[in-house]
């Protein structure tokens, strides 16, 4: 049987890209549950995550944090929602669906096959898949990943794709229980918080991943991301002793 699994969606002004009716074909077919997490829009996102949680049913939930805390405190409101909630399997993943629903259901299914700890996406663009990035973001993607990949001191790919499952053990319950350090990089924390509670996690290639239009990230925040690298490093390493 299939763990109960509730995924959380970070919304942040996204009347004009969320898809409801993909969303709730998402969890008619999948049986997943969704917690949406409504951060702080200014836009008739919260309305429209109520109407989406009324058609689901008792499948989905709206959590509607008063002000914008950014996506990584709105990722982990939602994660500790669903923790509390009793899930078995929990995970994240972009209201803009650059990662389509399935390829999500497809980390699930990677996941729950196995005895990891958590899968995440990974946006490798190869023959067969079709990842399909702008070429700035790409290239810029990849010096902050090979930055990432320093900070955490291990191979990962792509610690910046929106789509990660994980169980719902320890490591990822310390994990969560302090805030991030880091708006949008907060994922490279989540790992490296995760890997020092000794979580197993692998990377899955996505086979279909796209821009979405309308992004929020400036590139100014993208730089700020990469100078948060040197901030996490540090908070890292305390985390590791007080984990070891
Ligand atoms: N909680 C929160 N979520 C945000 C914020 N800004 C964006 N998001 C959410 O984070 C997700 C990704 O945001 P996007 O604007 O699509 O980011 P992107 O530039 O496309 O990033 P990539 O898809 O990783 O290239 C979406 O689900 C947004 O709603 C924010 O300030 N707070
Ligand atoms: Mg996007």
């Known amino acids: 049987m299939m763990p109960r699994t509730i995924l959380v969606v970070p919304c942040f002004n996204e009347a004009d890209r969320l898809d409801e009716p993909e969303l709730a074909r998402f969890v008619g077919q999948s049986g997943h549950e969704l917690i949406l997490v409504d951060d702080g829009s200014t836009d008739a996102t919260l309305p429209q995550l109520r109407r989406l949680a009324q058609t689901i049913g008792s499948a989905a939930q709206v959590v509607?944090?008063?002000?914008?805390?950014?996506?990584?405190?709105?990722?982990?409101?939602?994660?500790?929602?669903?923790?509390?909630?009793?899930?078995?399997?929990?995970?994240?993943?972009?209201?803009?669906?650059?990662?389509?629903?399935?390829?999500?259901?497809?980390?699930?299914?990677?996941?729950?096959?196995?005895?990891?700890?958590?899968?995440?996406?990974?946006?490798?663009?190869?023959?067969?898949?079709?990842?399909?990035?702008?070429?700035?973001?790409?290239?810029?993607?990849?010096?902050?990943?090979?930055?990432?990949a320093i900070t955490l001191g291990t191979r990962v790919y792509d610690t910046q794709c929106g789509a990660k499952v994980f169980r719902a053990r320890e490591p990822l319950r310390a994990a969560l229980s302090q805030p991030f350090s880091s708006r949008w990089a907060f994922d490279v924390e989540l790992l490296g918080r995760l890997f020092a509670c000794g979580a197993r996690v692998i990377e899955c290639p996505l086979r279909e991943w796209k821009d979405?239009?309308?992004?929020?990230?400036?590139?100014?925040?993208?730089?700020?991301?990469?100078?948060?690298?040197?901030?996490?490093y540090v908070r890292l390493r305390a985390f590791r002793r007080r984990h070891a």
């Open 64 to 148: 509607a944090l008063a002000q914008n805390r950014g996506k990584g405190e709105a990722v982990r409101t939602g994660l500790l929602h669903a923790l509390d909630m009793g899930a078995e399997v929990v995970g994240y993943f972009d209201a803009d669906l650059a990662t389509p629903v399935a390829e999500v259901a497809r980390l699930v299914g990677e996941l729950v096959q196995s005895d990891l700890d958590g899968v995440i996406g990974s946006r490798v663009a190869h023959l067969g898949a079709d990842i399909e990035r702008k070429p700035l973001r790409h290239y810029f993607g990849r010096v902050f990943a090979t930055g990432a």
């Open 212 to 232: 979405v239009k309308g992004s929020k990230i400036s590139p100014v925040a993208m730089v700020h991301a990469s100078l948060e690298l040197a901030k996490i």
